[in-house]
C-alpha cells in the first residue's frame, strides 16, 4: 500500500476512534432545559381527573382576578444522568440548554430520590414564607407552631416522621419551642422508642395547622392528630437521636392552600405572594396583563436569587409573558440572555415588586426598576 494511502487511512481510523469515542465517553455534568410555568391566578388539571386552582383560599373574602402571574421551573436531568461528551458540547451550543457541573446540582453524589425529597422539603418551606411574607404584606397576623423542617435519609424516622408534619407533643409533653423536641427525645438510651403526636403534613397543608375557624395558635384541630412511635439511634456523641430536624412554622387565620403537583424547590416564593395578595384585595393586580418571574421569599417579603433564569426566561417567553419580575441578584446573569419580547423587572422585595405591578397596570413600562445592562 502506498505510503500517502496508508497515512490517510490511519487518519481516517483515528478519526472514527476519537468520533466514537466522543459518543461513548461519558462527563459529569447536568442539562438544564426550561420546565413548564404556572399561572398562580389560574387552576391546575390533576392526575385523577378535574382541576384545582394553584391558590385556594377560604375563611376570607377574595376578589376576582385576571391576567397571568406565572412562576417557572427548569426541567434537570437525574442524578444518574451522564451525557456523552457529543452531547455536552451541543447543549452548549444551544440557547435553550444550559450544560453545568453535575455536582453544582446534585452535591455529594446525592441520589435522585435525596434531591425530590429536599426539593419537597425547600417547597413546603416556600410555601410557608410565601403566605407569611403576603399576609404580613397586608397586616394579618400570623402565628407559629413546630413542625418537622427535615428527615435524615435511613434514619429511624424515615418513613414515619415527614417534612411538614406538626409535633404537638413528644411523649405526652406539649411541644411549644424547638429546642424541646431534641431535649425530649435526648431523655432516652439509644434503642428506646419515643412517642410523637403529630398532625401529618397532609392534614394540614395550606392552613397552617389551624381549624379553618380562625385560630392561629394553640394545636389546632384534633381530629387529624396521631401517634408515631420512633425507636432512637446512637448518635457519635453517645446521645439517642431519631434522625429528624425540627423547625418554626406558621399558623393562620384562614385556609391558603398551594395546589401545584410534581414541583419542587424554593423559587416560586416571589409569584405565589403576589397570587395571594391578588387574590386577598380588591382590584386587579395584573391589569390583564402577562407577568411571570421567578425568585425565593423569605418570612419578611425580601427576595433571593435562584438559579437557571437563562431557562426560566426563555419557558416566559415561550408561554407569552410581557414582564419577567427577576431578582437583582439574578440581573447581570439574566441581561445577558434576555429573549427577544420580555421585560425584566427588578425585585429586592414583596414590596418592591407590587409597587411594580402598579406602574405595569398603569402602563408606565418606562418607570419599571430594570436590570442594569
Not at 1 to 30: D, E, F, H, K, Q
Not at 258 to 277: C, E, K, R, T
Not at 360 to 371: F, T
Request: net charge negative; glycine share 14%; proline share 6%.
Amino acid at each position: 500500500m502506498p505510503r500517502r494511502s496508508a497515512t490517510m487511512l490511519a487518519a481516517t481510523l483515528l478519526l472514527i476512534g476519537l468520533l466514537c469515542a466522543s459518543v461513548l465517553m461519558r462527563v459529569p455534568y447536568t442539562e438544564m432545559s426550561p420546565g413548564p410555568t404556572y399561572n398562580t391566578l389560574g387552576e391546575q388539571e390533576k392526575k385523577s381527573g378535574g382541576s384545582v386552582p394553584v391558590i385556594a383560599i377560604s375563611g376570607h373574602e377574595t376578589y376576582p382576578t385576571s391576567g397571568h402571574l406565572n412562576m417557572t421551573t427548569v426541567q434537570v436531568t437525574g442524578a444518574k444522568y451522564e451525557p456523552s461528551l457529543v452531547s455536552a458540547v451541543i447543549g452548549w451550543l444551544r440557547k435553550d440548554v444550559l450544560v453545568v457541573p453535575h455536582d453544582n446540582v446534585y452535591p455529594k453524589g446525592q441520589t435522585d430520590k435525596e434531591a425530590q425529597q429536599e426539593n419537597a422539603e425547600q417547597f413546603a418551606s416556600s410555601e410557608d414564607s410565601a403566605k407569611t411574607a403576603a399576609l404580613k404584606q397586608l397586616g394579618i397576623p400570623v402565628g407559629t407552631q413546630i413542625v418537622v423542617s427535615s428527615v435524615v435519609a435511613g434514619g429511624p424516622s424515615e418513613g414515619k416522621l415527614h417534612a411538614g408534619d406538626r409535633i404537638v407533643a413528644v411523649d405526652g409533653t406539649a411541644v411549644t419551642a424547638k429546642d424541646q423536641v431534641a431535649a425530649l427525645v435526648t431523655k432516652h438510651k439509644p434503642g428506646e422508642t419515643v412517642e410523637f403526636t403529630v398532625v401529618p403534613h397532609t392534614a394540614t397543608s395550606g392552613s397552617g395547622g389551624t381549624n379553618g375557624t380562625g385560630s392561629t395558635g394553640g394545636t389546632g384541630s384534633t381530629a387529624a392528630e396521631k401517634k408515631v412511635a420512633v425507636t432512637t439511634a446512637k448518635a457519635t456523641d453517645g446521645r439517642a437521636i431519631v434522625g429528624i430536624l425540627p423547625g418554626t412554622d406558621h399558623t393562620y387565620p384562614f385556609t391558603i392552600d398551594i395546589g401545584l403537583q410534581d414541583v419542587g424547590g424554593p423559587s416560586a416564593g416571589l409569584m405565589f405572594s403576589l397570587g395571594i395578595v391578588d387574590k386577598l384585595t380588591p382590584g386587579d393586580l395584573t391589569g390583564g396583563k402577562f407577568v411571570a418571574g421567578t425568585g425565593t421569599i423569605s418570612d419578611n417579603g425580601e427576595v433571593g436569587p435562584i438559579g437557571g433564569i437563562q431557562m426560566k426566561l426563555i419557558a416566559a417567553r415561550d408561554k407569552g409573558a410581557e414582564y419577567f419580575m427577576t431578582p437583582a441578584e439574578n440581573c447581570s446573569e439574566a441581561v445577558k440572555g434576555t429573549p427577544g419580547g420580555l421585560t425584566l423587572v427588578k425585585v429586592e422585595s414583596l414590596d418592591g415588586a407590587l409597587k411594580a405591578m402598579d406602574q405595569i397596570r398603569a402602563g408606565r413600562a418606562a418607570d419599571l426598576p430594570s436590570c442594569p445592562k
